[in-house]
């Protein structure tokens, strides 16, 4: 609040880019990352001929590169804009491109505040329909400033179905509705795990924890993401399961969800 008080920063449009949607979560580690990057890519399958960006402020850790297999610097237009790494179609761009995979983001919250701004400005974009947010996990000043800096169209918020995500998962919605951001719905993830060999389902995380926290938010929930052993293993190869195994299962839940923000 201080911070916006001393006016940092001011709510301007982002020039061709119709529709900005934050992928957050309140916890880290319950696959918010891998959420955005199968949502980006889930868009831009349903809504064929349209162009999605993904940006990730995520800057302490940023998982974008290694996500969508994307490593090397940006160049630099004659503007002096970045121009975003392209893969599978998809315009990103990551701090994880400006600094060493090992260096340690080292920073006081306003310079955090100032990379991302850099992030969303100093960026070739170009025309989006979509540009979707890795957010920094947490309800910050960092998360509150990106809200307050460009006009957010909606927010994501994934959880897992275990009490202290969905604990977190509602700040984070509260955040948002603070600031105006329509809270789309939640994600649930990793509700179920469904054994390979003998279909036996286990709910790992707890079972279906986010419908009260829906209900209580007056949201729906967008999709249901089972904890699966593709969705790891692709993500760690930058081959996200829309786009490398897009007939499965876990793909189809991930389109699920695009076909909703739509
Ligand atoms: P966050 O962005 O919330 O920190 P990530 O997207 O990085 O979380 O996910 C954390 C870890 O969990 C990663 O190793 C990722 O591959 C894995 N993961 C995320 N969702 C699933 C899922 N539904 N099934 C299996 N593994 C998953």
Redesign the pocket.
């Given at each position: 609040r201080q911070l916006m008080a001393r006016g940092l920063p001011k709510q301007r449009p982002m020039p061709g880019v119709k529709q900005i949607i934050a992928v957050a979560?309140g916890?880290?580690?319950?696959?918010?990352?891998?959420?955005a990057v199968n949502l980006a890519l889930g868009l831009a399958a349903v809504c064929k001929n349209s162009t999605v960006g993904l940006l990730d402020a995520?800057v302490y850790?940023p998982?974008i590169p290694k996500l969508m297999n994307l490593r090397g610097s940006p160049e630099v237009t004659t503007e002096n804009q970045m121009r975003p790494l392209m893969n599978y179609g998809i315009a990103c761009m990551s701090m994880g491109f400006l600094i060493e995979e090992s260096a340690p983001v080292v920073w006081r919250g306003l310079m955090v505040m100032s990379a991302v701004e850099k992030l969303l400005r100093q960026v070739a974009w170009g025309n989006l329909d979509y540009l979707i947010i890795?957010m920094p996990?947490g309800t910050g000043d960092v998360q509150l400033s990106i809200t307050q800096s460009i006009p957010v169209s909606g927010a994501v918020i994934?959880t897992t179905p275990q009490d202290l995500a969905l604990i977190d998962a509602r700040r984070g919605a509260e955040m948002f509705k603070k600031v105006n951001v329509p809270v789309l719905g939640l994600v649930q993830?990793?509700n179920v795990f469904r054994c390979p060999k003998c279909h036996h389902e286990t709910h790992i995380f707890g079972e279906d924890g986010a419908q009260q926290l829906a209900l209580d938010l007056d949201v729906e929930i967008l999709g249901d993401?089972?904890?699966?052993?593709n969705?790891?293993e692709k993500?760690?190869k930058g081959q996200p399961v829309v786009v490398s195994d897009p007939e499965s299962p876990?793909a189809i839940a991930y389109l699920r969800v695009a076909a909703k923000v739509i």
């Open positions: 979560s916890k880290g580690g319950v696959g918010k990352s891998t959420t995520d850790g998982s890795d996990p994934v993830n990793m993401i089972p904890l699966h052993l969705i790891r993500s760690d876990e």
